[in-house]
T-cell receptor, first 112, second 117 residues
Framework: DSGVTQTPKHLITATGQRVTLRCSPRSGDLSVYWYQQSLDQGLQFLIQYYNGEERAKGNILERFSAQQFPDLHSELNLSSLELGDSALYFC???????????FGPGTRLTVL | AQTVTQSQPEMSVQEAETVTLSCTYDTSESDYYLFWYKQPPSRQMILVIRQEAYKQQNATENRFSVNFQKAAKSFSLKISDSQLGDAAMYFCAYRSAPYNQGGKLIFGQGTELSVKP
């Protein structure tokens, strides 16, 4: 157990819908990262937050957005879902920007 | 932009034997970090080993060691005395030094390792 929690574990929804994935970092970690793992694209970095501020952005679609709240938990919002958004979404956290990243168990999103 | 390439989609090893997984990367940066992550069937991402580019000495963690060749931009993982529990997908990953682009990890495509009893 890495100490990073993600909810829900599984999510099944339809095209065009909107979902929210939640991540709670390890106690004391200030940085949160979101990654997407799909068969087509492999493991891709989406976005990083550090202490509530966006720190780095990767290949995140405009339909996707994220934020980190004052209690340091983070949410990834996916809207206008398409079949190709089906993937495993990982959250990771680290103490600072350059410390080891600990990964959560992931949220498996299935878009039908 | 940095890229990471793992040219072996699948590898197989006999239990107790040694196996080496290959990874090459492309970067114009001089300071960075390299990692190997393990993803077992549970899908949990587990850090196996890390290497700082400024260190010439190859990292070692118990049965896991790396061969880091900075000039060749090569970073291979050697697993000695392979165990059934080593069966997993292994990902090579790159991260820029902290003053550059934050802490994002850039992953290779992965190598599926099977261990035969």
């Amino acid at each position: 157990d890495s100490g990073v929690t993600q909810t829900p574990k599984h999510l099944i929804t339809a095209t065009g819908q909107r979902v929210t994935l939640r991540c709670s970092p390890r106690s004391g970690d200030l940085s949160v990262y979101w990654y997407q793992q799909s068969l087509d694209q492999g493991l891709q970095f989406l976005i990083q937050y550090y202490n509530g501020e966006e720190r780095a952005k990767g290949n995140i679609l405009e339909r996707f957005s994220a934020q980190q709240f004052p209690d340091l938990h983070s949410e990834l919002n996916l809207s206008s879902l398409e079949l190709g958004d089906s993937a495993l979404y990982f959250c990771a956290s680290s103490l600072g920007i350059y410390n080891e990243q600990f990964f959560g168990p992931g949220t498996r999103l299935t878009v039908l | 932009a940095q890229t990471v390439t793992q040219s072996q989609p699948e590898m197989s090893v006999q239990e107790a034997e040694t196996v080496t997984l290959s990874c090459t990367y492309d970067t114009s940066e001089s300071d960075y970090y390299l990692f190997w992550y393990k993803q077992p069937p549970s899908r949990q991402m587990i850090l196996v080993i890390r290497q700082e580019a400024y260190k010439q000495q190859n990292a070692t963690e118990n049965r896991f060691s790396v061969n880091f060749q900075k000039a060749a931009k090569s970073f291979s993982l050697k697993i000695s005395d392979s165990q059934l529990g080593d069966a997993a997908m292994y990902f090579c990953a790159y991260r820029s030094a902290p003053y550059n682009q934050g802490g994002k990890l850039i992953f290779g495509q992965g190598t599926e390792l099977s261990v035969k009893p």
